[in-house]
Nanobody, 127 residues
Framework: QVQLVESGGGLVQSEGSLRLSCGVSGRTFSSYAMGWFRQAPGKEREFVASIDWSGSKTNYDDSVKGRFTISRDNAKNTVYLQMISLKPEDTAVYYC????????????????????WGQGTQVTVSS
């Protein structure tokens, strides 16, 4: 049974920074593409960023390009999301997700390609 555990969320002021971490167990981490999604109150869950199995390919939603960076450490079974220049509209619960093994050579974007999810970590950006 794969487990994904997010950490690093919290309350930060506008223009501040946070780094989210997601530890993965129960699966050969290096064989899977990973992603970050977020869900704000009253809104659908949306794609934020993804990374292929090796870390060489990444994708970002336009709203976070230039501010967020996804990375992974396969030796530590962990994927990260470094967030800078945070805005109040970044406030959401952030979820880590692991893609189906079939998609490991790309940085997937579509939600259905991800088949394992963490419980989420709250990020609140005050103005």
């Amino acid at each position: 049974q794969v487990q994904l555990v997010e950490s690093g969320g919290g309350l930060v002021q506008s223009e501040g920074s946070l780094r989210l971490s997601c530890g993965v167990s129960g699966r050969t981490f290096s064989s899977y593409a990973m992603g970050w999604f977020r869900q704000a109150p009253g809104k659908e869950r949306e794609f934020v960023a993804s990374i292929d199995w090796s870390g060489s390919k990444t994708n970002y939603d336009d709203s976070v390009k230039g501010r967020f960076t996804i990375s992974r450490d396969n030796a530590k079974n962990t994927v990260y999301l470094q967030m800078i220049s945070l805005k109040p509209e970044d406030t959401a619960v952030y979820y880590c997700a692991a893609a189906n093994v079939a998609w490991r050579y790309i940085a997937p974007v579509a939600t259905p390609l991800f088949d394992s999810w963490g419980q989420g970590t709250q990020v609140t950006v005050s103005s």
